[in-house]
């Protein structure tokens, strides 16, 4: 083998090892962000098993087209991080609901504030955003 092959496996090995710390690191809670994908599904499912336009529905007429329109970081002010507050993000989430009344589909949202305190994460009702920002509107 050639000097060059060599320095380029040598390089390689080095990134792979970088990385390999990155993903512990966040294995170890070093991402604040670890676990709120779980707490969007979880309140996925709330509204599916909730809200008046997809509980008890028959088949065909269940909420459908679930989607996250935006998330967006709020500042964790110093008064909630001495508490133990280590992010607060805001999510909007879309999907269509049957109408029963006009025998169609109709959009609806929603708008929660989550909160991680003390390495858990917690929902809030928010106001409304701007779905291009996520910043209340």
Known sequence: MTRLPMAILAVAALGLTACGEGASQKAQGGDKYAGLDTAIRTWHGEIKAGDD?????????????????????????????????????????????????????RPATAVAEFQKVSGEWRRLPTGPVNLSTCVAS
């Open 53 to 105: 336009q997809c509980k008890g529905k028959a088949e065909g007429e269940q909420c459908r087209a679930f989607e996250v329109a935006c998330k967006g970081e709020r500042e964790v002010a110093p008064a909630e991080a001495a508490k133990g507050m280590e992010a607060k993000v805001a999510v909007a989430m879309g999907w269509e609901g049957w109408d029963a009344a006009r025998s169609e589909y």
